[in-house]
């Protein structure tokens, strides 16, 4: 799952204008996205012919090919000079992938008069070619390779494009069913399958619990190891001893069916049935695998652990999200909301004391959920979610803010209008439930939708306007507090 993003580098040009300085752009685009991006994959094509620009229709299907060949998650399309738009278009049709289209910002003509690239001129063919052909693409506005506008753009794109690889045709599992009264986590698993290519893949919960005893029994060396690095991460001191060889149990469990699966993903019958048969909370064993970059989604969430795998592929899988809900409005902050929950929220982002306790709502008080607070940011609020055949992805932003103490893992979120934000949640099509991260992702979500069938884009704040034009100023998307 965590497979460094693989980009197909595709620059072209038309046979009129400079071949020498679309020679030359190449280079510097190359040079500048490496810079950008050392982690990513990059496959080039510099096979395709003497220059390794694509440059005439008949080349279209051998770049397709490699790249498909390749394995590419995406396509950045440089117009070095004006470009080819039919060879372009044909083969991102082909390879179906998000597409990126850009071109370096020309010089004044020479003293000829004579203009070398008209690389602008060459994107706005492309553009209306790939929406005849219904190719989806990503354009940052004409500008120079060492600008603000370029590096935003481009790094956004590859978060989004990430976010793209890692939910089109995701495997999401499913730990049994979901709460008897929960009837605000059902799903659609046909229509998730035929819009998004998703697959749920269920296991029975007797299936995980029947693991976990077995490795209590046979006490595997790992299993210790696991348990040992639990105690380090938080304090178990008031629990029961054998609470941390369970939760490592229960991690180990989840993380076996996960790999042998190919999951994303998974959403977990947290309650009552696990505290009936193993006397144990979770919340813990979902704190850590999602830090270990598979997000958890508590309650039987599909759409939820969708969300968080959505969002956590923005980061690159670096930092977690978290899964909270929307619990109660600041008692003096109009617009201030609590973000909580039991206990799953990943111990990386903690701050202060990190402790495991005892479950201060379920009636059998089982150990297992964590209590801490989480440190001080900005935080990035998304739910994907349908009702009707229609999905969105809801989306905002805002900052944490002091607030009173609480059991369980929590903060508490500033936004610009929190009665806003509880309406358009209230009407949905979304429930208690968000998936959170530290950091701005609002505009990498924007353009994942945009790359994503069948799913519409749904900012509360910042607006849409502001995101675009954040991208298009090269500048941090913003964020208004009241």
């Keep these: 799952m965590k497979s460094p993003l693989r980009l197909g580098f595709m620059p072209t040009r038309r046979r009129f204008f400079s071949k020498d300085d679309a020679l030359k752009y190449k280079a510097l685009i190359l040079k500048r996205i490496r810079e950008l991006a050392p982690k990513i994959e990059i496959v080039d094509i510099d096979w395709l012919n003497d220059e390794g620009l694509i440059r005439d229709v008949d080349e279209s299907s051998k770049v397709a090919r490699h790249f498909i060949e390749k394995g590419v998650d995406a396509i950045f399309c440089p117009h070095c000079n004006f470009g080819t738009e039919d060879a372009v278009t044909l083969a991102a049709k082909k390879v179906g992938k998000p597409v990126l289209l850009w071109g370096p910002r020309d010089e004044a003509p020479n003293t000829a ?17 790939m929406q005849r052909f219904g190719v989806r693409f990503t354009y940052i506005v004409n500008s120079r390779v060492d600008t603000k506008v370029f590096e935003n753009g481009f790094l956004n794109f590859l978060r989004a494009a990430n976010a793209v690889k890692h939910f089109t045709g995701a495997r999401i599992g499913q730990v049994s069913t979901r709460p008897r009264d929960f009837y605000s986590v059902i799903v659609n698993e046909g229509e998730l399958m035929e819009k998004f290519g998703v697959q ?19 006490k595997p060396t790992e299993l210790d190891a696991v348990a040992e690095a639990m105690r380090t991460t938080a304090d178990f001191s008031r629990m029961d001893k054998e609470l941390p060889l369970k939760l490592a149990a229960l991690k180990m469990a989840i993380q076996k069916w996960s790999d042998a699966e190919g999951l994303g993903a998974v959403a977990f019958q947290c309650w009552d049935a696990l505290q009936e ?35 956590q592929a923005c980061d690159h899988f670096e930092s977690p999200t978290f899964f909270a809900d929307l619990t109660i409005r600041h008692p003096e902050n109009d617009n201030a909301e609590l973000l909580w929950h039991c206990g799953p929220f990943p ?10 306790n005892s479950h201060f709502v379920l009636p059998s008080h089982a150990e297992g959920v964590c209590n801490w607070k989480l440190k001080s940011g900005r935080v990035t609020v998304s739910r994907f979610d349908g009702a009707g055949g229609n999905y969105s992805l809801f989306c905002g932003e805002g900052r944490t803010v002091p607030g009173p103490f609480n059991q369980g893992t929590y903060t508490y979120l500033e936004v610009n209008d929190w009665p806003l934000w509880e309406e358009k949640l209230i009407y949905g099509p979304y429930i208690h439930h968000v998936s959170c991260s530290y950091g701005s992702y609002s505009a990498a979500l924007y353009e994942a939708a945009r790359h994503i069938e069948n799913l519409d884009f749904d900012p509360v ?7 675009k034009k954040a991208l298009r100023e090269g500048r941090e998307v913003p964020l208004c507090q009241q």
């Design 347 to 356: 111990a990386s982002l903690a701050e202060g004391t990190r402790t495991i």
């Design 200 to 218: 749920i893949v269920p296991v029975d919960l007797g299936k995980i619990i029947a693991e976990v005893k077995s490795m209590i029994a046979s």
């Design 277 to 311: 048969e193993l006397q144990i909370c979770s919340c813990f064993a979902h704190a850590e695998l999602t830090d270990d970059g598979l997000p958890v989604a508590c309650e039987t969430d599909i759409h939820g652990a969708m969300s968080s795998l959505l969002l």
């Design 461 to 467: 704040h910042p607006a849409l306007y502001e995101i």
């Design 113 to 129: 008069g004579e203009r070398l690239r008209d690389s602008q001129c060459g994107l706005f063919a492309t553009s209306k070619v």
